[in-house]
């Protein structure tokens, strides 16, 4: 079950001290800090805690807890890998990744959750990682891909403060609706950003500031009645989801203990000091541009002026409730120098 992680060693490092690791009969251990990691399940248990600045306050243990009580998303729908990738297609930009990202391309998924794109994404002869802080969810990951032998999905237990691999080890890095929900995500992207190699590409989904406003009215409204009224959520009057399903997608929208919301132009400028190019956004950064089904997520676009973005983002504060008033930036790592 280590079997990614026995060929691929080099490629990892201790998140304690980033000396190298060996892999023992019963674990993982740091050669230079002795520090010994557990493996459960097939999951090496690679979590090491942020150091914050005592003045800077730490919702990491907080968030955690959070997603160990109510892992979001889940695979109550998906019996096989026929069902995953027949769901996941349905869904545009999911579709648009398979079929954009290049067969044998190394792709990190930071804060995979319960792993379905990390699994979704590892079908079509990639090497995906999956990483997240929750065990439980990573479980169920872990627990899809071996009973349908996914040999080229690998997950681990991670703290994206505190990585385990290796600068530059990865050609895409993947982290969707993850960074709103930690201390600093300025910081985070810088940290994930080091593992993408010269050339490769990150792609950040992030709460955006306008398009969360029809969410946070709903949020004080569900709070005020007690939590009723929840079918002014059009995710949660849907027929065909489970009530598990329901109840995640409320969790995660309505009941998550730590959230921050952020612009166009705001991420813009993260990629730009994290060394990275913009490419590409969801919605487009260019007024009246729609999202298409022959989009071309990682060729060049420009990142419109300071009116096309705000007329975009004003159109986000009606229509971004749709998918929890998400959008998405893709970066292309600049060469040193």
């Not at 805690?49 to 892992?71: G, L, M």
């Not at 681990?156 to 201390?183: C, E």
């Not at 985070?188 to 306008?210: D, E, F, M």
Request: proline share 5%.
């Amino acid at each position: 079950m280590l079997d990614f992680v026995e060929q691929n060693i080099a490629l990892f490092c201790c998140p304690r001290c980033q000396g190298a690791l060996e892999i023992l009969s019963d674990g993982l251990e740091c050669s230079q800090c002795q520090q010994h990691f557990n493996v459960s399940g097939g999951i090496p248990l690679l979590y090491w805690p942020t150091e914050w600045n005592p003045s800077k306050k730490d919702v990491t243990a907080e968030v955690q807890a959070f997603y160990e009580a109510t892992p979001f998303p889940n695979y109550d729908e998906f019996d096989n890998v026929g069902g995953l990738m027949e769901k996941a297609r349905q869904g545009l930009f999911a579709k648009l990744l398979d079929e954009q990202i290049p067969f044998g391309t190394r792709v990190l998924e930071v804060g995979c959750g319960t792993g379905q794109l990390s699994n979704f994404l590892s079908v079509a002869n990639r090497a995906v990682v999956g990483a997240d802080l929750c065990l439980n969810s990573l479980r169920l990951g872990q627990e899809f891909k071996e009973r349908n032998h996914l040999q080229r999905a690998c997950f681990v237990q991670m703290n994206l403060f505190r990585p385990v691999f290796r600068p530059s080890t990865f050609d895409l890095v993947i982290s969707n609706g993850v960074l709103h929900h930690t201390a600093d995500p300025l910081l985070a992207l810088k940290t994930i950003g080091s593992l993408v190699r010269p050339n490769g590409y990150i792609l950040i989904g992030l709460y955006h500031k306008y398009g969360r406003l029809i969410t946070d009215a709903r949020r004080w409204i569900f709070r005020a009645s007690g939590d009723r009224l929840q079918f002014l959520d059009p995710n949660l009057r849907k027929t065909q989801s489970s009530t598990a399903k329901k109840r995640a997608w409320f969790m995660d929208q309505y009941k998550h203990p730590h959230e921050s919301k952020h612009t166009l132009g705001e991420a813009i400028g993260w990629l730009e000091q994290a060394g990275f190019e913009f490419v590409n956004s969801i919605p487009s950064t260019a007024a009246f541009r729609s999202f298409s089904a022959d989009e071309k997520l990682f060729a060049p676009h420009a990142a419109g002026t300071a009116l096309d973005r705000f007329l975009v983002e004003a159109g986000m504060a009606f229509t971004g409730s749709q998918q929890g008033g998400f959008f998405i930036v893709i970066g292309k790592k600049k060469r040193p120098g």
